[in-house]
């Protein structure tokens, strides 16, 4: 496949193709991204949280201030914050100490040589998220399937979730199995598992297979959502995204109705068609008692370096600093954005909404860059010489940003869960 360089007009369009090269380096096994929901319910949640958490364990979680009121006022919303270092206590694993993670997110090994990335700690403005405790996720996990669903980002997550509990596990009492397209990391004394599921548009589409899929000459079945479906039918936890893959160009090929009808969309009516698809299926088969459902929202892009640093040419490579100060990429579609809240809020199941677009928008410094692979190869360093054409400002590298959405899912499950 034909790489295609960055666009040097400044134009939103030009995303389109520059991502379809990123994709294309991705092609082989590894995949891509996406996104989330979740309005009022989550402050009003945390703020409740926060009380009980303290009332019953004297823990310091979700606020600094044990004696002030901030509980009863204002609230907390978690995606508004700041970055801040923290080289004490993050990373919360290295890419040495933990044995799944792929050669895709392990930036160091690859040769990346700053590691600040690794050690910045989210901290939402209202409160303090909690200590991410993988004995305490394992208990709420206890007997329960966690899967995440979406595409290489998405997997990302899943490593990093993986890597955040898996040190706490002796050898022999963990596993991975592979089962195309899903993957599954098994704690067999919490009889937990935490799985993958590859499925790039949610509904079906030509690019389901988790290896051989076609990433030019995309069709998706607007209205197709049941193969997939079966497999998520009485898991306990799911994590929804999907993103990047529908921005391949402006239009996407789409069915609806006949299989044999094919018709270019405009990609915010596909995804918006898609989505409802995907709210009827949940609606139809999710026991709310028992399930829960969260979605992430897109995963950012940094792809032009001009839109953090005026007049330069670059993009995310050679960056080594989170974004101070307000700061949203052209990359994040607020219509998506809006696309998402608009069919979460009309839907009879709550949906979680994990809002991290903007707490990772920031985060200009936290992808592979040139320090990763393509089809299945670390990049030469003929091609790391070349950052215009081979970095990947898509994919983050790990430890790092996911694992602070991890974090923030993890605040939620105690929550949900009672916990604590
Ligand atoms: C998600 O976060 C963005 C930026 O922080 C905010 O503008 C938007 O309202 C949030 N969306 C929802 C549904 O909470
Ligand atoms: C806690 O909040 C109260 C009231 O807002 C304030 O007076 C106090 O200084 C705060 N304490 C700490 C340790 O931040
Ligand atoms: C183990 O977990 C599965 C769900 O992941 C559940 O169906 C099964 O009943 C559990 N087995 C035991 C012995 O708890
Ligand atoms: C797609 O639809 C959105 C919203 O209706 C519109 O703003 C956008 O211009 C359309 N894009 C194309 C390529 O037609
Ligand atoms: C849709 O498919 C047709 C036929 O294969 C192709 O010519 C066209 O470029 C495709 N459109 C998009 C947006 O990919
Ligand atoms: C990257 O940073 C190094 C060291 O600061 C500098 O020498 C080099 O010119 C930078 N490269 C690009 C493409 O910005």
């Not at 509980?71 to 914050?81: A, E, T």
């Not at 899967?147 to 898996?166: A, H, N, P, T, Y």
């Not at 990433?215 to 994590?239: F, P, T, Y």
């Not at 032009?304 to 040419?313: H, L, N, T, V």
Request: proline share 5%.
């Amino acid at each position: 496949m034909t790489t295609t360089p960055p666009s040097s007009d400044r134009r939103v369009p030009s995303l389109f193709p520059f991502l379809l090269a990123s994709l294309a380096i991705i092609g082989t096994a590894r995949l891509i991204l996406e996104n989330f929901n979740s309005i009022n319910r989550p402050c009003s949640s945390l703020q409740q949280f926060s009380s009980e958490t303290l009332s019953e364990s004297g823990d310091q979680i979700l606020s600094a201030n044990i004696s002030g009121d901030e509980f009863n006022v204002g609230g907390c919303n978690i995606f508004d914050g700041k970055w801040v270092l923290d080289s004490a206590s993050s990373p919360p694993y290295t890419e040495k100490s933990c044995p799944y993670l792929t050669k895709q997110v392990t930036c160091q090994k690859n040769g990346r040589p700053d590691s600040l990335y690794q050690n910045w700690r989210w901290e939402p403005n209202a409160c303090k998220l909690p200590r991410f405790d993988a004995m305490k996720l394992l208990e709420v996990l206890r007997g329960k399937r966690l899967m995440f669903i979406g595409d290489s980002i998405q997997r990302s997550q899943w490593e990093s979730m993986v890597c955040l509990v898996q040190s706490i596990i002796p050898e022999g009492k963990k596993s991975i199995h592979r089962n195309p397209p899903m993957k599954s990391f098994r704690a067999e004394e919490f009889n937990a598992s935490i799985e993958f599921y590859w499925d790039p548009f949610i509904v079906e589409s030509n690019s389901d297979h988790a290896t051989k899929h076609t990433v030019q000459k995309r069709l998706v079945k607007l209205d197709s959502i049941a193969k997939h479906g079966q497999h998520w039918e009485g898991v306990d936890v799911l994590v929804f995204e999907s993103y990047v893959w529908w921005m391949y160009k402006p239009l996407i090929n789409a069915t609806r109705g006949s299989p044999y009808n094919v018709q270019e969309y405009n990609v915010t009516t596909a995804y918006r068609l898609g989505l409802n698809t995907w709210a009827k299926w949940i609606e139809s088969n999710i026991n709310p008692q028992t399930q829960k459902v969260f979605f992430m929202s897109l995963s950012p892009t940094h792809l032009w370096s001009w839109e953090w640093k005026a007049g330069s040419d670059g993009n995310c490579f050679n960056e080594t600093h989170p974004i101070q100060g307000s700061y949203w990429g052209t990359g994040s579609s607020r219509d998506i954005m809006r696309i998402l809240q608009n069919v979460f809020e009309e839907m009879k199941i709550d949906v979680t909404f994990l809002n991290i677009t903007q707490l990772s928008d920031f985060r200009k410094d936290g992808h592979t860059s040139v320090y990763t692979e393509r089809r299945g190869k670390l990049l030469t360093n003929e091609q790391k010489s070349d950052p215009n054409t081979y970095a990947d400002c898509i994919h983050w590298c790990l430890p790092g940003v996911p694992d602070t959405w991890n974090e923030i899912l993890y605040t939620y499950l105690l929550y949900d869960y009672h916990i604590l």
